[in-house]
């Protein structure tokens, strides 16, 4: 079975560019999180969905980040403009509901770095 | 919300030594408790979880307990193997909802 699918794998760009990470989840997941991971912080929880819809994204850093998800296989998380301090690895999970219990199944992850 | 804290941070054994990885948490009401491990270049994958109605799971090498009371939690590898070597990151939920708070990981290396 196919996880949870993210691209692209690696990116470096320069400051000020936009930056687009994608997610395909788990077919029949109805819940999709993304996760930043970085050594200072460890994983941070940037915002999640449910049923498509953003439930929570108290965790996102700034207005430079924003998610979406137009329907129930495809998620973008996207940084605008990027800044150095940016740099890290940024996963997607999902889970088949938000209830408490259930596996989050990660993906492989982003590896993002901003010059 | 909730805040959960791991330790030690680095744990180095020997190959058929046991390891043990130690979380605290402070929501009393978090009621899920999952360990995943990272190895390089990897995402997180969960290898095993224990619910708040019980004290202790078991699965072969690996073991998981739960104090509530205290509300602290441990993981278990008995046996090590050097392809035990990885980071460990213990999680609790924050919520109702399954969104997990991490630990800072621990990073195990199994010597040969």
């Known amino acids: 079975d196919a996880g949870v699918i993210q691209s692209p794998r690696h990116e470096v760009t320069e400051m000020g560019q936009e930056v687009t990470l994608r997610c395909k989840p788990i077919s029949g997941h109805n819940s999709l999180f993304w996760y930043r991971q970085t050594m200072m912080r460890g994983l941070e929880l940037l915002i999640y969905f449910n049923n498509n819809v953003p439930i929570d994204d108290s965790g996102m850093p700034e207005d430079r980040f924003s998610a979406k998800m137009p329907n129930a296989s495809f998620s973008t998380l996207k940084i605008q403009p990027s800044e150095p301090r940016d740099s890290a690895v940024y996963f997607c999970?999902?889970?088949?509901?938000?209830?408490?219990?259930?596996?989050?199944?990660f993906g492989e992850g982003s590896w993002l770095t901003v010059v | 919300g909730e805040n959960v804290e791991q330790h030690p941070s680095t744990l180095s054994v020997q190959e058929g030594d046991s390891a043990v990885i130690k979380c605290t948490y402070s929501d009393s009401a978090s009621n899920y408790f999952p360990w995943y491990k990272q190895e390089l270049g990897k995402g997180p994958q969960l290898i095993i979880d224990?619910?708040?109605?019980?004290g202790e799971k078991k699965d072969q090498r690996i073991a998981v307990t739960l104090n509530k009371t205290a509300k602290h939690f441990s993981l278990h590898i008995t046996e090590t193997q050097p392809e035990d070597s990885a980071v460990y990151f213990c999680a609790a939920t924050s919520s109702g909802y399954s969104t997990l708070t991490f630990g800072k990981g621990t990073m195990l290396l199994v010597s040969p």
């Open positions: 224990i619910r708040s109605n019980v």
């Open positions: 999970a999902s889970s088949l509901t938000l209830s408490s219990g259930n596996t989050i199944y």
